[in-house]
């Protein structure tokens, strides 16, 4: 992976970390792994990425989990676990109204 699609991919993670979630479009993955096909390595070092942003850059003891939502579009969508020391937790919108 070049350096500059590494501060993209890193961009990316620290909208996971903000905001929760986030899509990436599958195309730029191909760009940002030179690749044709993605592999397993590719989703390892996304998380082994997501570690080390976790523990060394924002100093978290522990890391949260990511999940993504599988779907038929043009996007790799994200999601974390919440954040224990932020007291984050994870809600049902309909147990708003």
């Known amino acids: 992976m070049h350096k500059r699609h590494e501060a993209d991919l890193e961009r990316a993670l620290d909208r996971l970390m903000l905001q929760g979630a986030v899509s990436i479009p599958w195309d730029e993955l191909y760009i940002w792994f030179n690749a044709e096909r993605l592999s397993k390595a590719m989703y390892k070092e996304i998380i082994e990425h997501w570690k080390e942003l976790c523990t060394e850059t924002w100093q978290y003891k522990k890391v949260p989990e990511l999940s993504v939502l599988k779907t038929n579009t043009s996007l790799l969508t994200i999601f974390r676990e919440p954040f224990e020391e932020e007291d984050e937790e ?3 919108l309909q147990s708003w109204t």
Request: glycine share 0%.
């Open 90 to 92: 994870i809600v049902l």
